[in-house]
């Protein structure tokens, strides 16, 4: 069974940076996408950024490239996401969920399985 864990939400002041922490088994790791979605309040889920496991290729939402960063953790079996220079606009509970193909890395969340709980990040003006 695929299940991934969420850590690192909080608040914080607009220009500020959280990182974001996705924890999976070496096995969905190695075998699957990583990717980072959020729904912010009252809108539906949208895609952030996924990264494969294998090879460290990412992708980013237009509306975060140059911001947030999506790397890999060998010795911690996590996917990170480093948040900076945060807005407003940002404010979303983030969940991470791993691709059923172990090369997709686009942003349809029918894609992914093993969603997260969540974690709320608020941004504050």
């Known amino acids: 069974q695929v299940q991934l864990v969420e850590s690192g939400g909080g608040l914080v002041q607009a220009g500020g940076s959280l990182t974001l922490s996705c924890e999976a088994s070496r096995r969905t790791l190695s075998s699957s996408g990583i990717a980072w979605f959020r729904r912010p309040p009252g809108k539906e889920r949208e895609f952030v950024a996924a990264i494969r496991w294998s090879s460290g290729s990412a992708n980013y939402a237009d509306s975060v490239k140059g911001r947030f960063t999506i790397s890999r953790d060998n010795a911690e079996n996590t996917v990170t996401l480093q948040m900076n220079n945060l807005q407003p606009e940002d404010t979303a509970v983030y969940y991470c969920?791993?691709?059923?193909?172990?090369?997709?890395?686009?942003?349809?969340?029918?894609?992914?399985?093993?969603w997260g709980q969540g974690t709320q990040v608020m941004v504050s003006s």
């Open positions: 969920a791993a691709s059923r193909s172990s090369w997709y890395l686009g942003s349809r969340p029918h894609e992914y399985n093993g």
